[in-house]
């Protein structure tokens, strides 16, 4: 039996995206089985592995676990992502969810309209220029330190990177304001297992396309229409 952890989730990035990179900065290899059908979706609900009948789920340790939050908690501590101590979690803590308000602007992007789409892209860059880049702009230059939290590479580093480069997919000069988040980007990047992770042929999924947004309506059955922030 494989002793590798298994994700259950669409081809694509979604709320498992962020999974993926925490894993993978872990040195961690891990298992898909892609979502394709209906019938897979409902197999899974049946056998009672989707305990509030949602993905993503990720088989890790014996477990069956769901809520992203608490799959990326377990990985954090489990792989020595997660601070030093209490004081360094709580501080990796309130950093993930900065930038997961952040990402959350930019989740459902792929299910917009075309108009909306436009309206939204604008919300991001303004969103990440105006509240969310000034803040770990200026943590990083108070620091003074190579990492977000601490003297050591975490979880807070990891999200914040994956943050970057899903914002520059909107607009690829949003940093040119922000030199400390330019150097940060550089630096994390450069870290061996980051490195691998952004290399082509790495199981880090492209930016979500037409493809992926019907595969997860006709699965989810997804009839009702998205709109922007």
Request: positive net charge; hydrophobic residues 40%; aromatic residues 12%.
């Amino acid at each position: 039996m494989s002793t590798k952890p298994k994700l259950y989730y669409f081809d694509g990035r979604g709320k498992m995206e962020s999974i993926r990179w925490l894993l993978a900065a872990a040195g961690v290899e891990f298992e898909e089985e892609f979502l394709k059908t209906r019938d897979q979706y409902e197999k899974l609900l049946q056998g009672g592995s989707l305990l509030f009948q949602q993905v993503p789920l990720v088989e890790i340790d014996g477990m069956k676990m769901v809520q992203t939050r608490a799959i990326l908690n377990y990985i954090a501590a489990k792989y020595n992502l997660y601070g030093k101590d209490l004081k360094e979690r709580a501080l990796i803590d309130m950093f993930v969810g900065g930038t997961d308000d952040l990402m959350g602007f930019i989740l459902m992007f792929p299910f917009l309209s075309a108009e909306d789409k436009e309206k939204q892209r604008v919300l991001i860059v303004q969103k990440a220029t105006g509240r969310y880049f000034p803040v770990y702009e200026k943590v990083l230059k108070d620091h003074g330190q190579d990492f977000l939290v601490g003297n050591s590479f975490s979880w807070a580093d990891v999200h914040l990177l994956e943050a970057i480069l899903m914002v520059e997919e909107k607009k690829s000069d949003v940093l040119s304001g922000f030199p400390q988040l330019q150097a940060f980007k550089a630096r994390i990047s450069s870290i061996p297992a980051i490195k691998k992770f952004l290399e082509p042929g790495s199981q880090r999924k492209p930016v979500p396309d037409d493809k992926y947004v019907e595969t997860v309506r006709r699965v989810l059955r997804m009839y009702y229409d998205v709109k922007a922030n």
